[in-house]
T-cell receptor, first 112, second 115 residues
Framework: KQEVTQIPAALSVPEGENLVLNCSFT??????LQWFRQDPGKGLTSLLL???SQREQTSGRLNASLDKSSGRSTLYIAASQPGDSATYLC???????????WGAGTKLIIKP | EAQVTQNPRYLITVTGKKLTVTCSQN?????MSWYRQDPGLGLRQIYY???????DKGDVPEGYKVSRKEKRNFPLILESPSPNQTSLYFC??????????????FGPGTRLTVL
């Protein structure tokens, strides 16, 4: 059974720093890997989606990588800003049944 | 504006009193899904629907019902709510679950408390 793990559960860094959020998964038979952002009271917003055949995707200051063989994905945030404070979730779409399996998230706080 | 709406946003109820949480999307999406989110756990899928009149169980379907009579609506029904169903619920939709480039769009969430 697929398990998705995000470590650390919480992270606090000063504004301006570059940072990396980690996501690991136990079953490499995935269709894609997705990163979401969750803000209190506002639901989830999709950030990046990496297809299983891709190695990385970029959007602005965000870069997500995928290494299926090692079961790892990372979300790199450059030049962090207080507005980046949120909970970041990763989810793996299984190619057997198209279910999304979610990590528990990393709560990120960017200190001004 | 493309969106997924859920109502109500907040609900406090008592054990055993039937309730329905509505979900509607205006993007003509085929795939819709319900999740619950509990502290320290990832989102867990309750039910999903690949298209009208097609629904299937997710990982935690016990105590819930759904229906998909129209493409845009996917209500979640709790026939006899219990305290262990206290949670944050999300509805989501996407064009199709199996397209590798698809992403899911989420509603704002419904915070349910069952006393």
């Amino acid at each position: 059974k697929q398990e998705v793990t995000q470590i650390p559960a919480a992270l606090s860094v000063p504004e301006g720093e570059n940072l990396v959020l980690n996501c690991s998964f136990t079953d490499s038979a995935i269709y894609n890997l997705q990163w979401f952002r969750q803000d209190p009271g506002k639901g989830l917003t999709s950030l990046l989606l990496i297809q299983s055949s891709q190695r990385e995707q970029t959007s602005g200051r965000l870069n997500a990588s995928l290494d299926k063989s090692s079961g790892r994905s990372t979300l790199y945030i450059a030049a962090s800003q207080p507005g980046d404070s949120a909970t970041y979730l990763c989810a793996a779409l299984m190619d057997s049944n198209y279910q999304l399996i979610w990590g528990a998230g990393t709560k990120l706080i960017i200190k001004p | 504006e493309a969106q997924v709406t859920q109502n109500p946003r907040y609900l406090i109820t008592v054990t055993g009193k039937k309730l329905t949480v509505t979900c509607s999307q205006n993007m003509n999406h085929e795939y819709m899904s319900w999740y619950r989110q509990d502290p320290g756990l990832g989102l867990r899928q309750i039910y999903y629907s690949m298209n009208v009149e097609v629904t299937d169980k997710g990982d935690v379907p016990e105590g819930y019902k759904v229906s998909r009579k129209e493409k845009r609506n996917f209500p979640l029904i709790l026939e006899s709510p219990s305290p262990n169903q206290t949670s944050l619920y999300f509805c989501a939709s996407s064009y199709a679950a199996y397209r590798s480039t698809d992403t899911q769009y989420f509603g704002p969430g419904t915070r349910l408390t069952v006393l």
